[in-house]
């Protein structure tokens, strides 16, 4: 019969802690309060925890911008934009002006 070991203390430094872990932090108690604020949050804790999740999605999002705007940009299957075959991949005021500005010229049909 085989037994099961049962891992005890902390993990060692090549593996990778799962789940949630207690962590030391130094925060400023005014900026922690204001984050469990704009987050409305019962606690500092989950405020914090919400804080890291949107700055890793907003890391993501621009990650996944920059490997859209390196192919060219989104395709535009629909051919929504006036025959265009691909979509700005930001929409910067510059360029929503610059569009709208284009629309403006065309001679209406």
Do not use: C, F
Not at 56 to 66: I, M
Not at 75 to 103: C, F, H, I, S
Request: overall charge negative; charged content about 35%.
């Amino acid at each position: 019969m085989t037994h099961v070991r049962a891992r005890m203390g902390r993990p060692s430094k090549r593996e990778a802690a799962s789940g949630l872990v207690r962590r030391n932090l130094l925060v400023d108690a005014e900026q922690l309060t204001r984050l469990r604020d704009l987050y409305e949050t019962k606690s500092e804790s989950e405020a914090v925890r919400r804080a890291v999740e949107l700055a890793l999605l907003a890391d993501e999002a621009a990650t996944l911008r920059e490997r859209i705007a390196a192919h060219g940009g989104p395709l535009d299957v629909y051919e929504r934009t006036t025959g265009r075959p691909r979509l700005p991949v930001t929409a910067r005021d510059v360029d929503v002006e610059a569009l709208v500005a284009e629309e403006d010229d065309a001679p209406a049909s």
